[in-house]
């Protein structure tokens, strides 16, 4: 949905505690939400590339090339294979790149709210609004019109490797939606509860062979991506007992999902615990008790728990604590040995950590990681930093003005991001 993964979606409840979908890790909100019903948001965007060197040294190999600005406002913008996607409130367009020319425009004359992209099939996914929300697919070659339909209740959860996944009605029973992304057609649709957990986080970034569902009172199916079919079910018994002593922290449960493994956190009766079950079949594998509570995910050698005050690293294989950061509020793998951590600041301070032990090996500021980049601001200036591809180390690629950094979005060896002057800026990453 961040990314699944319901994008925006409120905290629900089950018989007045929260079942609390913390498989989305996140200390600011995605700016590429996938929610269809979502206010237009105005991407400003601008750029100026300024090649700098590391403390003088000779210049890095890597850098930052301009290759395109878009003066007027901008609804969304997506980076395909060698292309820009670029929306305005009337239009979208098509750019090459790294040439910068415009290769289609198509006119809408109504109100462009979002669009998505599937490289696979070849297909650009426009949200309109005018007398009510609906989609249109366009070919991404030649921007002609594939199918439309209307888009009222509909959450856009992933357009990608040929298929569009979607949810519809937000009331006690949700419907998923499986359609070929090229000719609109419904491959397969399965009932769930909306008021749970959808995942794996891969699900949402077309990456997860299934799709795996639990309802508020912790009922369970697992369906296979490709066509709907049930895979395992089972049900983590989430009863919450009303006559809970108030003096304690009310009853609560958090579902996440890594790779084939499914993790409940629980807090129940004062006592908390982390159980570990595999998916298919859903069967408990261990259970740990007093340890931390929150979000679980992939750290690499470790577990990272998040909860709302500091990050754990839990052993895999049991749960046992391994080390605890009170100084960060949360902790993502950001390669094989590093993680990249934030604060609970409101304007939140970063670092890389070594996975295995917790241990501050670079700080870095105010920052924001992008994929392979990191994007540091510093006043005015925000400055790009990128992997060396033998040691790891980070190196300076290139600084921009006036960027909107925590805006930005990278992909394919190309960078877009916002500034306070209006425009919308592309640069190549080499």
Not at 32 to 49: D, F, G, K, N
Not at 99 to 125: I, K, M, P, S, Y
Not at 381 to 408: E, H, K, N, Y
Request: charged fraction near 20%; glycine fraction near 12%.
């Amino acid at each position: 949905m961040p990314t699944h993964a319901l994008a925006g979606h409120a905290e629900p409840m089950a018989a007045g505690a929260p079942l609390i979908d913390l498989d989305r890790p996140a200390p600011a909100p995605d700016p590429e939400s996938a929610r269809v019903r979502t206010r237009p948001v105005l991407l400003l965007l601008a750029l100026v590339a300024v090649l700098v060197t590391v403390g003088g040294a000779a210049p890095a190999r890597s850098g930052l090339t301009p290759v395109l600005a878009v003066d007027e406002p901008v609804t969304s913008a997506k980076l395909g294979a060698g292309s820009l996607f670029l929306a305005t409130p009337a239009e979208v367009r098509r750019y090459e790149l790294p040439a910068g020319t415009r290769g289609w425009t198509r006119d809408f004359g109504q109100d462009v709210q979002n669009l998505w992209v599937d490289d696979a099939a070849g297909v650009v996914l426009v949200l309109t609004r005018a007398a009510g929300f609906r989609l249109t697919a366009l070919d991404a070659t030649a921007g002609r019109e594939l199918w439309t339909r209307p888009a009222d209740d509909t959450l856009v959860i992933t357009l990608s490797r040929g298929g569009l996944l979607t949810q519809s009605g937000f009331g006690e029973v949700a419907r998923l939606a499986l359609s070929d992304s090229r000719s609109g057609r419904e491959i397969w649709s399965r009932e769930v509860d909306p008021a749970g957990f959808l995942g794996p986080d891969d699900m949402s970034e077309g990456r997860s062979s299934m799709i795996v569902a639990v309802g508020a009172t912790g009922s369970v199916v697992v369906l296979s991506y490709a066509d709907g079919a049930v895979l395992a079910g089972g049900d983590l018994g989430l009863t919450f007992d009303p006559r809970l002593d108030r003096s304690l922290i009310a009853d609560s449960a958090a579902v996440s999902v890594v790779g084939d493994r499914l993790y409940l956190s629980r807090r129940q009766r004062g006592q908390v615990s982390l159980t570990a079950y595999s998916v298919r079949p859903l069967v408990p594998l261990w259970r740990s008790a007093g340890g931390p509570t929150g979000r679980v995910s992939d750290c690499g050698p470790v577990l990272c728990v998040t909860d709302t005050r500091w990050v754990t690293g839990v052993d895999p294989d049991g749960g046992r604590v391994r080390w605890e950061q009170p100084a960060w509020g949360a902790a993502y793998r950001f390669d094989g040995r590093r993680l990249f951590a934030y604060d609970n600041q409101e304007n939140a301070q970063t670092a890389l950590l070594d996975a295995a032990t917790g241990r501050v090996l670079h700080p870095l500021g105010r920052s924001r990681r992008l994929g392979d980049l990191i994007l540091r601001g510093a006043g005015r200036r925000t400055f790009v930093s990128v992997s060396d591809p033998v040691t790891g180390d980070l190196r300076i690629a290139g600084a921009m003005d006036d960027a909107a950094w925590f805006r930005c979005q990278a992909g394919r060896g190309y960078l877009v991001c916002p500034t306070s002057r209006g425009e919308t800026g592309v640069w190549r990453i080499s």
